[in-house]
């Protein structure tokens, strides 16, 4: 038999409400139970309680879902606090468990403590309940605590264990003493990579040298010197000639700097091969070349399928509605003697006039025919037409005469602008928005600021920003790029900058 008490509360002090504590009751009193709970409740602990009262009922209660604590009675009918703590320990060894009751001795309590027992209090006493179980709860969280960061400290010690003994790489240790080098220690990766011997290396470090040209190797050991000379972190990445046996191209070295004396300088480092690394980088360039070229041409077709799909709803759907609506005017005279129709005349008009504006929307939002007047022009109505609709301020500062661009130059200056000002509606919060456009002999260059809440730099990092990749895969299709900064004066500024065809 068990209860479910969920009591309403709020922890004192507290103008939020909490999740309520989940609690298992052993007892077989329901009155003692609900003086439990509204114990509880009084001290400001909002609870949700479930009541069991034999040791099969309190299995299943931890089956279902652990709680975050146990109060049990000391004796119920065949059963007992010792059994419960028991049951509750098979199955958490940090949960608090205090005993209530109103029997239990002093050495019977002394024994339920040594056995596990978080507390234990009579039933006379319970205005110490609250209390005692907020320090068993607290005593369980630092248990647990301290155990997780056990558990985390073997598995760090572990891992560092794996780390070492399967480090790729040549791991090495350096010392510069006045101008001479020396090779105190290196790795058996040595062998692995390079195919030298330890030993060999380590009596002849110049064999290790002897691997890049004499350029490189010349290059290495200046830097190094200068390194050594304040003690900082070393870095170098150089190409290898080629080698029979060898399949190591390019090997990155990095080392950090310790001065042991006036005149000598010891690094600890490793040498990675990074051959597949630079090979993908340069893969990866050619590649980003390709998808640029191929978002062009997708950028264009998207165009081109754009303006055939506005031009097809401006011949044929706009013309069939205003055929339809012409329809309508001709069959509202007809039956202008018939009162019963004009109700639904009157709400078909409705209808194809909602269908005219849609349509004349979309044609808009697909292809604006005012493109074909000019870039500055559709970009003075784009700028109207945002302000308009959205009721924010919104000023175009253009030249005064039409500049010479091309389709694709126009078509990219005008999306990136129409998402600029979406974005400022959508996420700005602004107040004014200010649309600035110059076209010199080199570049085309459009700025958006507003005065909003300004974008933050991780904004700009998320992978799900996909109006602002958008923006800047449309301006790297024409070799230009896209910066979005934030205002020190508040709001965010974007800059496109693209280069003249």
């Not at 000391?74 to 029997?103: C, K, M, N, W, Y």
């Not at 369980?140 to 572990?158: F, G, N, Q, V």
């Not at 040298?209 to 070393?234: K, T």
């Not at 109006?467 to 301006?475: C, D, K």
């Amino acid at each position: 038999m068990s209860d479910v008490r969920p009591m309403p509360g709020l922890v004192a002090n507290s103008p939020m409400p909490i999740a309520p504590l989940t609690l298992i009751v052993v007892e077989d009193s329901e009155d003692d139970f609900d003086l439990v709970v509204s114990s509880l409740a009084k001290s400001g602990r909002r609870v949700d309680a479930r009541r069991v009262e034999t040791d099969a009922s309190l299995r299943a209660a931890l089956a279902e879902s652990v709680p975050e604590a146990v109060i049990s009675d000391h004796r119920l009918p065949g059963f007992s606090s010792f059994e419960a703590l028991r049951i509750v320990r098979d199955r958490d060894q940090d949960l608090p468990f205090v005993i209530v009751s109103g029997t239990i001795g002093e050495q019977t309590a002394v024994e339920a403590m040594r056995e596990g027992a978080s507390d234990y209090l009579m039933k006379d006493e319970l205005v110490r309940l609250g209390p005692a179980l907020s320090r068993a709860l607290d005593n369980a969280a630092a248990r647990r605590r301290r155990r997780e960061a056990e558990a985390a400290l073997i598995d760090s010690e572990a891992r560092f264990r794996a780390l070492t003994a399967n480090l790729p790489g040549v791991v090495f240790q350096l010392e510069l003493l006045g101008e001479r080098f020396r090779l105190l220690y290196v790795s058996d990766g040595v062998r692995r990579i390079f195919g030298l011997e330890p030993d060999q290396v380590t009596r002849h470090p110049e064999s290790l040298l002897e691997l890049a040209s004499p350029a490189e190797s010349d290059r290495l050991c200046r830097e190094l010197r200068e390194a050594g000379q304040v003690a900082q972190p070393f870095r170098w990445i150089g190409r290898l000639p080629p080698r029979e046996g060898v399949s190591v191209e390019w090997v990155d070295v990095a080392a950090s700097a310790r001065r042991t004396g006036p005149d000598r300088v010891v690094w600890d480092g490793i040498i990675v091969d990074v051959t597949p690394r630079i090979r993908t980088e340069h893969a990866l360039a050619a590649s980003r070349e390709e998808l640029r070229k191929l978002a062009m041409h997708l950028a264009q077709v998207s165009e081109r399928e754009r303006e055939a799909l506005s031009r097809e709803l401006h011949d044929e759907v706009g013309s069939m509605l205003t055929g339809l609506r012409f329809s309508l005017a001709w069959l509202k005279g007809e039956l202008k003697g018939e009162p019963r129709f004009d109700v639904h005349i009157e709400r078909t008009e409705k209808l194809v006039d909602s269908a005219i504006q849609a349509s004349t929307r979309i044609m808009h939002d697909l292809r604006p025919a005012i493109l074909d007047a000019g870039i500055v022009p559709a970009l003075e109505w784009l700028v109207r037409e945002f302000s308009e609709r959205i009721g924010i301020t919104a000023v175009f500062h253009g030249p005064p005469d039409e500049p010479d661009l091309g389709p694709d130059e126009s078509i990219v200056v005008f999306r990136i602008c129409q998402e600029a000002l979406n974005n400022a509606a959508k996420h700005a919060d602004a107040k004014r928005v200010d649309v600035f456009f110059e076209v010199t002999t080199t570049e085309i260059l459009l700025d958006v600021e507003d005065d909003g809440r300004g974008i933050a730099g991780a904004d700009l990092e998320k992978t799900d920003r996909y109006g602002v990749r958008g923006m800047r895969e449309r301006a790297a299709s024409l070799g230009g790029e896209v910066e979005i900064v934030r205002r020190p004066e508040g709001g965010t500024h974007l800059r496109v900058s693209l280069p003249r065809a």
